[in-house]
């Protein structure tokens, strides 16, 4: 009896997790037992592809002094934005209506982005082991002269980069990589997004979206969102889930990498952001993906004797030549 006690307990405490804030969008608590962990990261990507986390240990101050760093660099004139505009190693400003996402999985879109962000990777010095062998991307970040914004958005950058290495450890874990899929994130390739939004008139075309459909083509992604709302997620054919904000919540979603390791079974799955209204929508995103010289191909845990993988492997620095030079002219030619 004790153990079917203790049996229903753990069940009804999963489903509290998982179920607590949305219909379809399931939370999932990092301060649960990695086990109980693991099984919610598997279960949530192998269905919708989506989850918040809570319980993750980065700080609400830390968060919320991003967001203040991100909206005074908004607020700036825009000739001092474009002072550092986006550059050929991916980091700068990128302006609002400049990117028009053509190499979308989804569909290709047919308007510009209506958002603005800053971009920053991971900092390499010009005399760092990176730079030195040319690896794609690597380099210095581009900052704009603005008091007290560098240290914040660094000190949030590298919180959210290890939230985003532990969740890639038990997902390791779950697929049964023994060390195979972590050990590419050794030396991660990680982009830091400080995304605005300005609203949008309710009445604009059906195609004009702060951002347009897409999956993401890396690894991991975790998003800080404010109260404003408007990500949404797909959910079978022609409907959108709409992701409320929770505070202190990460979204975390998979990309197209992590479903090629899982051999598919964890999904990428589509969403957009609509900023329809009157206010303007802030969030800070954080892309955890492996080192860009990295061979991606299925797990041997994720592919059954005898059985043939769904995808051939590719070199993650091909995918994201690919990705960028469709979206970006910087990354064009």
Known sequence: MSYLIRALKHTLVRCIVLHIMSASIPVIDLQLPDADVIDAIIDAYSHIGFAQVVGHGVTADTISDAFDASSRFHALPLDHKMSIALDHNHRGYIADGTAVDRSSEVVAATAANRSESFMMMREDAPDSREVLANTPLAGPNQWPGVDNFKEPVMRCHDAMRDVALRVLSLIDQGLGGRGDLIKSFSNPTTWFRLLHYPPVNNDAPED????????????????????????????????????????????????????????GRLRATPHRVRNRGSSDRYSCVLFCDPHMLTEVSPLAGCVDDGQVPKFEPVVFADVVAHHLGAIYEQHQG
């Open 208 to 263: 004009v979206f702060g951002s347009a459909p897409h999956t993401d083509f890396g690894a991991l992604t975790l998003v800080a969102q404010d109260s404003a709302g408007g990500l949404q997620v797909a959910h079978g054919n022609d409907n959108w889930i709409d992701v409320e904000p929770i505070e202190g919540a990460f979204v975390m979603n998979a990309g197209s990498m992590l479903h090629r390791w899982s051999n």
